[in-house]
């Protein structure tokens, strides 16, 4: 059975994570893949995860800050 996913954002600036669930793994990967070219610099990692057993996630998009590049 199929318990849902959590499209789940990290912030870079600490404050709270945002989370968007959905019924489908499509659905929850067509979220996430919006994100795919951002440069707003608001996001440290966007990952995907299973709504019932929260474990790793399925999929993660990960992000550097400006401040790496010296």
């Known amino acids: 059975m199929d318990n849902g996913y959590i499209v789940r954002f990290i912030r870079m600036d600490k404050k709270e994570n945002e989370e968007y669930f959905y019924h489908s793994f499509n659905d929850a990967i067509s ?16 990952e995907v995860i299973d709504s019932y057993t929260l474990h790793l996630p399925y999929s993660v998009l990960e992000f550097q800050s400006a401040d790496c590049f010296v």
């Open 31 to 46: 979220h996430l893949e919006q994100f795919r070219n951002d440069d707003s610099g608001l996001f440290r990692r966007i």
